[in-house]
């Protein structure tokens, strides 16, 4: 027999192969797009992508920078961002310490986030659902919530919208379309994304002129909670279902102790949206009037392309996490100082200077105001009686199913028993 020949040493082809094309098909590949082939090996770092600049409108100082369009809005509106503020900074002075005092249990400040609340508030329709994490206070005072309901939620009495079953802050109310707020990080994120998807269904049954017509659903969210697995789901489901859903991002710096450097290797939470198939922004969260413009784009067009947004504002936790927490021992004093001179109300109030509309005198006088109507807040919630044991069996159940009945009797005639004793 022959000897076999090794492949090396067989003979070659006098000229290369033809290439015979081979078709692709199309008809098998269903909606998938291939993307282009290239034939260099090239593994692509992030920066070669650059870095998203931040949206700004209003400097430091109180003046619009340089070729940056200032958002059409009254003056009323101006005087309505700064009261808001003022309102959160005394709210949180007054709860913080009343916290210290021992008469509520739990508090989270927003000193030095308040542009982002009113900011985005002011760009959104009274019909919008809106989805909080926990520090956003100011998107309810916006609408119309009354501190005094704050304060009946703090100290947990019998007018607490809650009836006194949540930790304090976490806050909602029916009226003003703001889900309750919950503990679990990023859980209000597939939330809103039902949410959004029920709106666009209803558009479809409704029509146009309906109130789903003209609405969107707008989650927060903290950039370290877009660390949450439910972040990427709810994120990813809103891109391939085109659903009218606005997140918002308040990058403070901080989730709790850890610092954005360790929360995340890429450019923050926005650059993300290139993978999940979304439109994005980042804004200077600390410019009311930038915050305002940016909501209002990704609002008008989350509504008119039914499509999700992204809004990466930037800022910083000026304050403590918590009255749990001590943030200065994980974090810089001379950093926390530093971030002073970017303080979102006193940009704003230099800017109602500069226009006539603000002064001294005047500031201090809404400032004085603010602080009384919160220690009166506080007040009257102490006064009131804390809700009645039949609560804790209502609220889940429209009608109340034979098994927790049966819990509430017992309850009732254990405690008539002891009372008995």
Request: with cysteine.
């Amino acid at each position: 027999a022959a000897a076999a020949v090794p492949f090396a040493a067989q003979a070659q082809p006098a000229e290369a192969p033809r290439r015979v094309p081979v078709p692709v098909p199309q008809a098998h590949l269903g909606h998938f797009v291939a993307p282009p082939p290239c034939t260099s090996l090239e593994l692509v770092l992030p920066r070669a992508y650059g870095e998203w600049p931040m949206y700004r409108v209003m400097g430091l100082d109180g003046h619009v920078e340089p070729g940056a369009e200032l958002p059409d809005l009254s003056v009323e509106t101006w005087h309505k961002f700064h009261t808001i503020m003022l309102q959160l900074r005394a709210a949180d002075d007054v709860f913080m310490s009343a916290q210290r005092q021992g008469r509520v249990s739990f508090y989270m400040a927003s000193t030095g986030e308040e542009a982002m609340h009113v900011g985005s508030a002011a760009a959104l329709s009274p019909s919008d659902v809106v989805f909080g994490q926990y520090r956003e206070l100011g998107v309810l005072f916006y609408r119309g919530f009354p501190m005094q309901g704050l304060a009946d939620q703090l100290v947990a009495n019998e007018d607490d919208y809650g009836s006194a079953r949540q930790m304090g802050v976490h806050v909602g109310s029916k009226e003003h379309n703001f889900f309750t707020i919950s503990s679990p990080l990023a859980t209000q994120l597939p939330q809103a994304v039902g949410a959004a998807y029920a709106l666009k269904h209803r558009r479809g049954l409704e029509g146009a002129g309906s109130a789903a017509a003209d609405s969107v659903a707008v989650a927060y969210i903290g950039e370290g909670a877009a660390s949450e697995g439910d972040a990427y789901v709810a994120m990813n489901f809103a891109a391939t279902l085109d659903l009218p859903v606005v997140f918002f991002v308040r990058n403070n710096g901080y989730a709790i102790s850890t610092p954005a450097r360790e929360q995340y290797r890429g450019d923050g939470v926005v650059s993300r949206c290139a993978g999940f198939g979304m439109a994005g922004v980042r804004v200077d969260g600390n410019d009311v009037h930038a915050v305002y413009a940016a909501t209002k784009a990704a609002r008008e067009m989350a509504l008119r392309e039914s499509r999700p947004v992204l809004i990466e504002a930037m800022s910083y936790r000026v304050g403590h996490h918590s009255t749990s927490d001590d943030s200065t021992r994980y974090r810089d004093p001379e950093e926390m100082e530093a971030w002073k001179s970017s303080d979102p109300l006193l940009r704003l109030e230099r800017f109602l200077r500069l226009r006539g509309l603000s002064d001294e005198v005047h500031e201090a006088r809404l400032r004085d105001a603010a602080r009384v109507e919160v220690l009166r807040a506080l007040e009257e919630a102490e006064r009131k009686p804390k809700p009645t044991l039949e609560k804790l069996f209502t609220d889940v159940y429209h009608d109340v199913p034979k098994h927790i009945r049966e819990q509430e009797e017992g309850l009732m005639a254990h405690l008539a028993a002891k009372a008995g004793q």
